[in-house]
């Protein structure tokens, strides 16, 4: 990231950037924490192109040929792989503040507006993230309202398409619905919210939310206005609820050289195109992309609308 220049008039600005760069990359991280993490991470070294590549290997077919003699050698097993790519696209936003706001506000008032930027970074990561994956071809629509039993069917679907669950959510399949699709499930009373959590991976379904601990399938809800979609072009609007299993899309690894995101504040003092230097600003800037990658293995979940929980 940029850094100024230390010098005898300025002593601790590097000190004061790194600082203010911890706190923009931990209010970041912690809002990055519903789908992204869900993404096959894809690297870009430094000087390596705009280009983020994701490769995947496709599920292995049973061997049901015995060895041909002892001692023989198994027969070959040939693995496919396919890839997708994706370029970059550039994020950020500047606020400017004034030097009255650094000299009079509250304690910490700087502060707050770096954890803001990143909370704004790591939003435009999860919603751009989403959009990307409601692009899915795989479709399923649970009816008037959101119900364990369309939410068992669309995990049919997945274990029909071979799907499995993510890793990240410890070998679930994840929820990412709207707080009225989950309102709704949880209003079907309790016999139907605990829908066969003791069976095998196909028929588990629920347990009550934020306890996935002994279920096939992690739930979390999104506030509807920042990331779930919402078809409004036809009749019935939809909640467009996404389903996930392991390797439907790829994300861009903000870890990476060429992606490191940054934060720069610019006091009212170091801003020399500033006449009167009592205006600020503080800026963040990332580079990031998300990629659907097979829509076999990612359900969206319609549920009509009904405005509750938007």
């Known amino acids: 990231m940029a850094r100024h220049t230390t010098t005898g008039a300025n002593p601790a600005t590097n000190v004061l950037q790194d600082v203010y760069l911890e706190r923009y990359i931990t209010a970041l991280r912690k809002r990055t924490g519903v789908i992204y993490p869900l993404g096959r991470k ?5 000087g390596s192109g705009t280009n983020t590549r994701w490769q995947y290997f496709a599920a292995p077919s049973a061997v049901t040929v015995n060895v041909a003699a002892e001692g023989n050698d198994p027969g070959d097993v040939d693995f496919t792989t396919s890839s997708v790519e994706g370029t970059l696209e550039e994020f950020g936003g500047v606020t400017p503040y004034t030097r009255l ?48 039993s369309g939410l068992l069917q669309s995990v049919q679907t997945l274990v029909n398409n071979g799907a499995v669950g993510s890793d990240a959510a410890g070998g679930k ?19 139907i919210w605990n829908v ?20 096939g399938i992690y739930m979390t809800s999104v506030r509807l206005s920042q990331s779930i979609q919402r078809n409004t072009a036809t009749s019935p609007d939809d909640d467009q609820n996404l389903l996930i299993a392991k390797d439907a899309f790829g994300v861009s690894d903000l870890d990476t050289n060429a992606l490191n995101p940054s934060v720069v504040l610019t006091t009212p003092q170091e801003s020399v195109h500033v006449p009167a230097r009592n205006r600020g600003t503080a800026a963040w800037l990332l580079y990031f992309k998300a990629k659907l990658a097979d829509s076999a293995r990612v359900v969206k979940v319609l549920s009509d609308a009904t405005g509750v929980g938007a």
């Open 42 to 46: 894809g690297t870009l070294p430094e």
């Open 101 to 148: 706001l650094a000299k009079s506000g509250l304690s910490g008032t700087i502060e707050e507006i770096i954890d803001l930027l990143g909370y704004q970074a790591g939003l435009s990561v999860e919603v751009r993230t989403i959009s990307e994956v409601d692009g899915t071809s795989t479709s399923f629509n649970a009816g008037v309202a959101m119900s364990a």
């Open 173 to 191: 399949y994840v929820f990412i619905g709207s707080t009225e699709s989950i309102f709704d499930m949880i209003g079907e009373g309790n016999s």
């Open 196 to 215: 066969a959590k003791n069976r095998d991976i196909e028929s588990k379904l629920l347990m009550p939310l934020n306890d996935a601990s002994d279920s």
